[in-house]
């Protein structure tokens, strides 16, 4: 193996599996409950909650474990989702609208830190702060204009740091500065999933794993679902299966979820531990770093400080791990060649979810519920989504949810599988990056 990036015991999933694979729940499918989830990564699992505390029987399924989609995959890097730009949305949704949606935003941050100290889940939440870094000096530029407008609107704190000063937050040149977001947190996403199951689990909801969902239809007054363990009858049902709202082998527990979500791999790989005294050179803050290019880096220290953890958009097309890994190794060094003799010991791929629209969406179709579309940035904002879908469900909301939208675009002929646009996108949005700084 000498010479290869890999480590002697490299493994193809998630770091995190390490110290929180997701669990099975050996829960039998009962013939009927009142509300039928299906998904069990955050926005299930955090609708199963709130259910439950309004007194609703609920049952949450998984084609999987629970927990085993994005949601013990991520990155782990916390904030509410929303992006530096948000001038378009009053044009298209009307003003008041639009300031709800960039509310909601900024409520999803404290949703997710108040679930996690209000439920004491140990994932290794800290507030960390999360560094944008410029890939040019024209996204410097913009960024600062945006971060100002950013700022008044939302109260949330972010600051420049020039290229000058970068080395302060981050031990590289590559980039042309940056912003400092400090209303953002870190966490270890695969225990939150476990957290979450085990919350939803003492409240009385009922996990059952290995269920992929393949119809849902009108029966009576509820719902009838068949399932790879059998039939479910349900009075109601909230479909959120976000990334994977079209399974590989074409099942779609809602089509009309999966027509309208675009699922897009991203990948991610672990090194084995640094040497002593180098992570405080390369992230001298401990802090969430991610890019301004299109096709973005994101990355971050583990936990323990001990490991840097790389994510990206390896590949449009659908690769091996190993190959994906290669490539972010490559993408790794060239911002740090101070890793270059350290291994990669894991590597993973999970799906994240894009709206043609860019927005997170509730919603019902023909009497299902559903909620979906992360737009690659969902622990804080899937959470917050799944709470509030659990609330428009029981008819308890106090007001229509930002992202309860009217309209929820899907394009013609689009069928829930972007395998044969993705890489022509990915190829476009590479040449744009190259345009703005080749090499
Ligand atoms: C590699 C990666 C890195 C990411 N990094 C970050 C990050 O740093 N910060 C951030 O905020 N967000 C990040 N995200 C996004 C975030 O992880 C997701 O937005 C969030 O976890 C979505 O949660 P969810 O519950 O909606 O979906 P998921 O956790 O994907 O759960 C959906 C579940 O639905 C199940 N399912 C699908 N179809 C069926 C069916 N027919 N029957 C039964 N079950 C079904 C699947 O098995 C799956 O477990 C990342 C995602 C990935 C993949």
Known sequence: ????????????????????????????????????????????????ITLRRL???????????????????????VSGGLRTKVDHLPALFGAERAAAMVASFVQAFPYLEQAIAGEGIDCDYVRCGRFIAAWTPQHYASLDASARQL????????????????????????????????????????????????????????LVDRARVTSIR?????????????????????????????????TKALPYLAHRMVPVAS???????????????????????????RVMNYYRPSPDGKRIVWGGRASFFSGSSRDAAITLHGRMLRVFPELAGVKVSHSWQGNVSFSFDGLPHIG??????????????????????????????????????????????????????????????????????????PG
């Open 1 to 48: 193996m000498s010479g290869s990036i890999f480590s002697q015991d490299y493994r193809e999933q998630p770091y995190w599996w390490d110290a929180a694979e997701p669990a099975p729940t050996p829960t039998d499918l009962p013939a009927r409950t009142a509300v039928a989830i299906v998904g069990g990564g955050y926005t299930g699992l955090n609708a199963a």
């Open 55 to 77: 007194g609703h029987e609920v049952i949450v399924l998984d084609a999987e474990r629970i927990g085993w989609g994005a949601s013990s995959r991520s990155g782990g890097m």
């Open 151 to 206: 700022a008044a609107r939302t109260g949330m704190p972010v600051r420049m740091v020039t290229r000058a000063a970068q080395r302060s937050a981050l031990g590289t040149d590559v980039y042309h500065g940056g912003m400092i977001a400090d209303a953002t947190g870190s966490l270890q996403p695969a225990k939150l999933a476990r957290g979450f199951a085990r919350v939803a689990q003492a409240a009385g909801a009922g």
């Open 218 to 250: 009108r029966d009576g007054a509820g719902f009838r679902l068949s399932t790879s363990r059998g039939e479910l009858r349900a009075d109601a049902v909230l479909v959120a299966t976000n990334g994977y709202s079209r399974l590989p082998d074409g």
């Open 267 to 293: 990948h991610i790989i672990a090194t084995e531990e640094l040497p002593d005294g180098l992570m405080d050179k390369l992230l001298p803050g401990r802090r969430m770093v991610g890019e301004t290019k």
């Open 364 to 437: 019902v179709h023909d009497g299902v519920h559903y909620a979906g579309g992360c737009q690659g940035n969902g622990v804080a904002m899937m959470s917050w989504l799944g709470h509030n879908a659990a609330l428009k469900l029981a008819g308890v909301a106090d007001e229509r949810f930002a992202f309860d939208l009217e309209h929820f675009p899907t394009r013609p002929l689009y069928n829930g599988n972007p395998a044969w646009v993705l890489p022509w996108i990915g190829n476009y949005y590479r040449l744009r990056d190259w345009m703005e700084r």
